[in-house]
């Protein structure tokens, strides 16, 4: 069985940073693409950033390309993502997942299998 755990949410102001971290259990942690999400209020749970097996290729949304970056450690069965220059409307909970290797890039939920239990960010004005 997989599980996820997230950490590093908080309160920030707008302009700040936060690191988010991911630990996975699994046999084969390099097995898996990661991926982080997002869900603000009302909304529905959106695409954020996803990482290749060994970290060689990564893929996010527009919205927050050149602030977010997302990085794994497989010595570590960790997941990251680290989140500058954050806006209010980066507020929201977020979520990482794991998926399946096959047919990167993988951007909608439908296409991982494993969640976290998510971490809230708020990013005030």
């Known amino acids: 069985q997989v599980q996820l755990v997230e950490s590093g949410g908080g309160s920030v102001q707008a302009g700040g940073s936060l690191k988010l971290s991911c630990v996975v259990s699994?046999?084969?942690?390099?097995?898996?693409?990661m991926g982080w999400f997002r869900q603000a209020p009302g909304k529905e749970r959106e695409f954020v950033a996803a990482?290749?097996?060994?970290?060689?290729?990564?893929y996010y949304t527009d919205s927050v390309k050149g602030r977010f970056t997302i990085s794994r450690d497989n010595a570590k069965n960790t997941v990251s993502l680290q989140m500058n220059s954050l806006k209010p409307e980066d507020t929201a909970v977020y979520y990482c997942?794991?998926?399946?290797?096959?047919?990167?890039?993988?951007?909608?939920?439908?296409?991982?299998?494993?969640w976290g239990q998510g971490t809230q960010v708020t990013v005030s004005s």
């Open positions: 997942a794991a998926g399946p290797v096959s047919g990167w890039p993988r951007t909608s939920v439908f296409e991982y299998d494993y």
């Open positions: 699994a046999r084969s942690f390099d097995r898996y693409v």
């Open positions: 990482i290749s097996r060994f970290g060689v290729s990564t």
